[in-house]
């Protein structure tokens, strides 16, 4: 035999007896904690005072809108307090106004309009029921709308207007990973 096979077959005899149980093989192992902290999710919240409805005729609070008979030519307000909460480092949310909800059985006489919510202080926080949302930060924000009748027909008579579908929504913006 060629001597280069005979070292091959030594070699490989060797191997097998240390791997068989003839003979151990050491391997060192050691490990540390990463210690990496704990880590808490966010949150977001959304809450809503009574709100006051008020007409332009008398400036005065209604006491029971279900109670209110609206007339031509009037226009209702509607004014609510909105407390967003918003926890997170890289949290940000959209506020918007879903009228979707809302029936009417008016002949397109009463119209839901200028419904815009707005940071206490702040003017350019203004968003309408119509046109999406807004940025939002943490904080006070004013609610309003307004109800307007217009009704110079017969038909509009004991109708109503359902608003209690009327609703506030508070979205998380998609998160945009830095480049």
Known sequence: MKKMTKGAI?????????????????????????????MAAGSMELTSSTGVWTSNLSNNPI?????????????????????????????????????SGVTNGFSNNLTLEDFTVTKAGAADAAITAYNGSTDVESGTFTASATLAFDADNQEDMNQELDLTRLAYVL?????????
């Open 171 to 179: 979205d998380q913006k998609a998160p945009t990973p830095a480049s």
């Open 63 to 99: 006491s029971d809108i279900t109670e209110y008979r609206i007339v031509p030519g009037e226009e209702l307000t509607y004014t609510q307090q909105l407390e967003v909460g918003l926890e997170g480092d890289q949290l940000e949310a959209t506020l918007s106004v879903d009228t």
């Open 10 to 38: 030594v070699t490989g005899l060797g191997v097998a007896l240390l791997l068989g149980g003839g003979g151990t093989l050491a391997v060192w192992n050691v490990e540390q904690t990463a210690n990496a902290g704990t």
